[in-house]
């Protein structure tokens, strides 16, 4: 199967943390994270390179750190100083065979 599996979204509180995991059959290259909030755009907010090279969107930046582990072709991310506008289903996108993988999504949800 050509998947990506999630984990790790839930409820924080602000200026809490939570930790993303997107474990990736072999065959897919997991780009980075995106995430939607209801009636918005979904929007890129970190990505990583095959090399390790990051990039985040100014709202994440500081805040979220984007990393993969190899060995378990897993992508992970670290939220920390979590804020209310931070709410949203977060999605990992990859690719493979020439076309985009996409998970399933996971709820973030911050509010006290």
């Known amino acids: 199967q050509e998947q990506l599996e999630e984990s790790g979204g839930g409820l924080a509180q602000p200026g809490g943390s939570l930790r993303l995991s997107c474990a990736a059959s072999?065959?897919?290259?997991?780009m980075g994270w995106h995430r939607q909030a209801p009636g918005k755009q979904r929007e890129l907010i970190a990505s990583?390179?095959?090399?390790?090279?990051?990039n985040y969107e100014d709202s994440v930046k500081g805040r979220f750190t984007i990393s993969r582990d190899y060995a378990k072709n897993t992508v992970y991310l670290q939220m920390n100083s979590l804020k209310p506008e931070d709410t949203a289903v977060y999605y990992c996108?990859?690719?493979?065979?020439?076309?985009?993988?996409w998970g399933q999504g996971t709820q973030v949800t911050v509010s006290s």
């Open positions: 072999p065959r897919i290259y997991v």
């Open positions: 990583i390179t095959s090399i390790g090279s990051t």
């Open positions: 996108k990859g690719i493979g065979s020439g076309r985009d993988y």
